[in-house]
């Protein structure tokens, strides 16, 4: 067997993410089928609040309901996709994240505050490009099974760790096309967040 079919957290770009405590509220965090892979399902904290002692605070905020992939031979996470609820935290993820995305990635982001009827690319450093979309009173999850034309009936039966591979390599191979828009540009035609906790009205 395969060393690298039990590739562990600390193997991967997730460990120094997790050295850094930005990994929160995990719902899968194991390898994947595909040997030298590793997975995680949770939040990424992109900002925390000042400590006081060593009392314990949330992050100020994160990338939340993340699905991505991490690949040991790379270090590198090809995939991930997660809900931010503010655009203008797009250059967090950048710095945050910037050293581990590469250029021929995918990187879905849902965001809050974004026109329902709008798409965009968005440029990050380093030649990575951010495919931002609305998030349409739903979960990534499921916005995702929905972007990539998978049925929810299609990974029933598979475990996590095989349902999150499954739906990343669809997202991985998916036609993302959408116009470019630069970060500034981004920010400035921005809508106000929404309350998430308040129904929209009809």
């Given at each position: 067997?395969?060393?690298?079919?039990?590739?562990?957290?600390?193997?991967?770009?997730?460990?120094?993410?997790?050295?850094?405590?930005?990994?929160?509220?995990?719902?899968?965090?194991?390898?994947?089928?595909?040997?030298?892979?590793?997975?995680?399902?949770?939040?990424?904290?992109?900002?925390?609040?000042?400590?006081?002692?060593?009392?314990?605070r949330?992050?100020?905020?994160?990338?939340?309901?993340?699905?991505?992939?991490?690949?040991?031979?790379?270090?590198?996470?090809?995939?991930?996709?997660?809900?931010?609820?503010?655009?203008?935290?797009?250059?967090?993820?950048?710095?945050?994240?910037?050293?581990?995305?590469?250029?021929?990635?995918?990187?879905?982001?849902?965001?809050?505050?974004?026109?329902?009827?709008?798409?965009?690319?968005?440029?990050?450093?380093?030649?990575?490009?951010?495919?931002?979309?609305?998030?349409?009173?739903?979960?990534?999850?499921?916005?995702?099974?929905?972007?990539?034309?998978?049925?929810?009936?299609?990974?029933?039966?598979?475990?996590?760790?095989g349902?999150?591979?499954?739906?990343?390599?669809?997202?991985a191979?998916a036609?993302l096309?959408?116009?470019?828009?630069?970060?500034?540009?981004?920010?400035a035609?921005?809508?106000?967040?929404?309350?998430?906790?308040?129904?929209?009205?009809?």
């Open positions: 067997m395969s060393t690298l079919s039990a590739v562990r957290l600390e193997d991967t770009a997730f460990g120094t993410l997790a050295a850094q405590h930005r990994l929160l509220n995990a719902v899968l965090k194991e390898p994947l089928p595909r040997a030298g892979t590793f997975g995680f399902r949770g939040d990424i904290a992109l900002a925390f609040q000042d400590q006081v002692a060593d009392e314990a949330p992050p100020a905020y994160s990338v939340e309901q993340v699905l991505a992939v991490a690949d040991s031979a790379t270090g590198k996470i090809p995939v991930l996709a997660g809900y931010l609820h503010n655009f203008a935290w797009l250059k967090d993820v950048g710095d945050v994240l910037g050293d581990v995305l590469v250029p021929e990635g995918t990187y879905v982001f849902f965001v809050n505050n974004i026109d329902f009827l709008k798409k965009y690319s968005v440029p990050l450093p380093g030649g990575v490009i951010a495919r931002v979309l609305p998030l349409d009173e739903s979960t990534v999850w499921k916005e995702t099974l929905e972007l990539v034309g998978i049925d929810k009936n299609d990974v029933k039966k598979m475990n996590g760790a349902k999150l591979e499954y739906v990343l390599d669809a997202l191979g036609k096309e959408f116009p470019m828009l630069g970060y500034e540009d981004g920010v035609i921005m809508e106000p967040v929404r309350n998430r906790n308040e129904n929209r009205p009809v």
